[in-house]
């Protein structure tokens, strides 16, 4: 089933996180779990998540950001999404994409965009599959400097 994320989610939300980015350092004082409340209650901002008896299995995180272009028509931007590995390559991640892309489209947005960091050509197959072009925009990325 797909659905927005509830507050008891978040064990099962933070275990497909840390499929998505093993290397990321653990935070063992208990703030993931504050900041997955604040997500969960900030207006525009949506983690979905699809349930399969009673197990979270995929999540995709959906910020809809207003604007002034377009005839005021907002725009979404998605991030984070990550299958449980176990069930790649079954069909959830495209279920899991078409719920999202409907949340955008229902929200009014006029242009849905995500970027990947994934070289895989399994992986861009996928999101050209579930309606996205890679050539239409072009992406950069900026990151912080190391903290001295």
Sequence with gaps: ???????????????????????????????????????LSTPGLQLFVLDVAGAVVATAYLNVIPNLTRSLSPYAVIENVVVEESLRGTGLGRQLMAGTLQAAWDAGCYKAM?????????????YRACGFSAGAKTAYLAVPPPRQ
Excluded: C, K, N, W
């Design 114 to 126: 995500l970027m990947t960091g994934s070289r895989t050509p399994a992986t861009h197959a996928f």
């Design 1 to 39: 089933m797909f659905r927005a994320a509830r507050p008891g989610d978040y064990e099962q939300v933070a275990g497909l996180y840390r499929q998505l980015h093993p290397g990321d350092p653990a935070v063992p004082d208990g703030s993931g779990a504050a900041v997955f409340a604040l997500i």
